[in-house]
């Protein structure tokens, strides 16, 4: 139990750092990644799954 809360916890950090992270990036740099604003919290949720 306490295992599979700390990996929940663990990707929970994981999402809120990705999201903070994309949302300080320039328009053009995402754009050139081919990510749009509209897509950022989906993107860091997919990432946070598979850290």
């Known amino acids: ?9 663990a990707r929970w950090l994981a999402y809120r750092q990705t999201v903070a992270r994309l ?5 053009r740099t995402l754009a050139d990644a081919g990510i ?5 919290r989906e993107r860091a949720r997919h990432a946070s799954l598979h850290r």
Do not use: G, Q
């Open 36 to 40: 749009s604003r509209e897509e950022i």
């Open 1 to 9: 139990m306490l295992y599979e809360l700390r990996c929940r916890f």
């Open 23 to 27: 949302r300080h990036v320039p328009d």
